[in-house]
């Protein structure tokens, strides 16, 4: 079975900081992986994806993340936090190698709060 | 405008009454999906669908139903709502990209409470 965990409830960052959201998945074979944010009050929106290739993949808004196959993570980043990122964070992850191939599993979410 | 669109947003309702909430994307993806949101689980896969007449289930599907009878269209059916279906439930669609679900368009959500 596939998993994500997000060990982080709640990220503080004070804002022109550099930000890290931190992200480990389980799967049996090769991992597709996702980043989604949340606006309070708004869906999910697509941030970045790892399918293949460049292990650093660079998505919206100035975020970027670094997949890590030897440490299984999918941690997102940015050199410089504003306030407007302000909102809460969803790694996700499909294994494409086996059964049930398209589920897509959700991690818990962190919630990101760019201090002034 | 490309959009996935939900209805209702908000919906109260008793245990027992049966409630259909409805998912509409216009972008003629292949892929469909309804998720439910808690806090401290974070989203929970609750059915799919990979194209019309084909659905499969998620993490959590117990006490729902989907049907999926046209591309557009993937409604998400409670026979019988209890409490702990209150939850807020979103939809999504993607365009499946030689196999592979692709980047997923979320709609803006529908607050459900069972009383």
């Known amino acids: 079975a596939q998993s994500v965990a997000q060990p982080e409830d709640q990220v503080n960052v004070a804002e022109g900081n550099p930000l890290t959201v931190k992200c480990t998945y389980s799967?049996?074979?090769?991992?597709?992986l996702f980043w989604y944010v949340q606006y309070p009050n708004r869906g999910l929106q697509f941030l970045l994806k790892?399918?293949?290739?460049?292990?650093l993949v660079k998505g919206s808004y100035g975020f970027e993340a670094e997949f890590n196959k030897s440490q299984t993570s999918f941690h997102l980043k940015k050199p410089s936090a504003l306030v407007s990122d302000s909102a809460l964070y969803f790694c996700?992850?499909?294994?494409?190698?086996?059964?049930?191939?398209?589920?897509?599993?959700f991690g818990k979410g962190t919630k990101l709060s760019v201090i002034p | 405008e490309a959009q996935v669109t939900q209805n209702p947003r908000y919906l109260i309702t008793v245990t027992g009454k049966k409630l259909t909430v409805t998912c509409s994307q216009n972008?003629?993806?292949?892929?469909m999906s309804w998720y439910r949101q808690d806090p401290g689980l974070g989203l929970r896969q609750i059915y799919y669908?990979?194209?019309?007449?084909?659905?499969d289930k998620g993490d959590v599907p117990e006490g729902y139903k989907v049907s999926r009878k046209e591309k557009r269209n993937f409604p998400l059916i409670l026979e019988s709502p209890s409490p702990n279906q209150t939850s807020l439930y979103f939809c999504?669609?993607?365009?499946?990209?030689?196999?592979?679900?692709?980047?997923?368009?979320f709609g803006p959500g529908t607050r459900l409470t069972v009383l």
């Open positions: 999504a669609s993607s365009l499946p990209q030689q196999g592979v679900t692709d980047t997923q368009y």
């Open positions: 799967v049996s074979g090769n991992p597709y």
């Open positions: 790892y399918i293949t290739g460049d292990n």
């Open positions: 996700a992850v499909r294994d494409v190698s086996g059964a049930g191939s398209y589920q897509l599993t």
């Open positions: 972008m003629n993806h292949e892929y």
């Open positions: 669908s990979m194209n019309v007449e084909v659905t």
